[in-house]
């Protein structure tokens, strides 16, 4: 007899599955199933949740659950970005909510307080509503992605999510899909048909951020190994660096995975690339402190920005800006750079142009998902 499979190690704490009753025979819980039969997690208990209960309890502090629901909300929607500084414009499609991973930086601990993965399992009403939102006009283009309240591809192993969106989407070619992770799960790949229409994307950080601030993600080199496999199969590839953390060594920290990037693809492989400098709400720094002791950067200096969140102080900001769009240039980075939620005067003086010089990020990016 051969011995179970394992589980990815951030799929490992999952100890049981709730479903809605109306989504048990559907097609997403009877493919977990299947998928989690042969693994150790074979024998987990799986809970039907009755019409009206909305709330489900992990069994102990170690524990996550997932969760098979049937969404009734919107599934396409806007990013809740801000009037007060460039936004990219992009539009999210809501498959599920919070991720197995644990970044002790990440605003899902603010967003949900429990250890919960919800995954949208009436997937039928969620292709129904982009089929509507999509072929509505197949001259309007959609730079859209998943990665906003989960991780793209976190689930992927147990659920196939990504993989069946890339397939519905092969019939529009009016739409780009990024596949934003921190882990590795190439398996939607052989789903595409067109690789200039899914842009498969990879949060990097300094190493030392990487190892003392992310759990259960994948290594950077795994991210980089992964982005080249990707590139080298015809896709671009999206790279960010969000949060940018301001710690004792953070140029050398930086520098280091900069220069890594580029043993792994090259400029004209990266689609775009953000920047953005370690941000949040107000409520979320006691809970980061709460959760990640270690977390010293938390104590930084902070000010009040115009959308509420604290945002490191302009002249350290600027810094690490600079210093880092300066590396990135001497790599021949140049169009694919842009900041997430800056403003006019960050942008006019770091790079020495703001995006209503060129017509706006949203047209920018939209411009370079699309390959114009
Ligand atoms: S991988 Fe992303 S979504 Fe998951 S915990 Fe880290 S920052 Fe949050």
New binding site residues.
Partial sequence: MTDPAQLPRHLRRIGRVFVDESMLDSPLARRVRDRLAGTTHADIPWIAVPEGQDRVECAGRDEQALYLKEYKGRFLRFCPGTRAYHCCGYRIIHIGEN?P???S??I?QAYFQDRVLKVWANQDALFRELAEGFGADRTSRFRVGTGEF??SL?LERLTGYSRDLVGFLADYDNVVLELKS?VVDLSWMDAATRTDRVLPAWSLNAPAINQGQ?FD?STLEERLTAARTCAEAGFRVCLHFDPIIHFPGWREGYAEIIDRIFDYVRPEQIAYMSLGSFRCMPQLTPIIADNFPDAAYIYNEFVPGLDGKARLLRPLRLEQFSFMVERLRRHGMDEQLYFCMESTEVWNEVFGFAPQDFGGLNRRLMDRAFGN
């Fill in positions: 991720c991973m644990a970044c930086y990440c899902l989960t991780d976190a921190k992310e993600v």
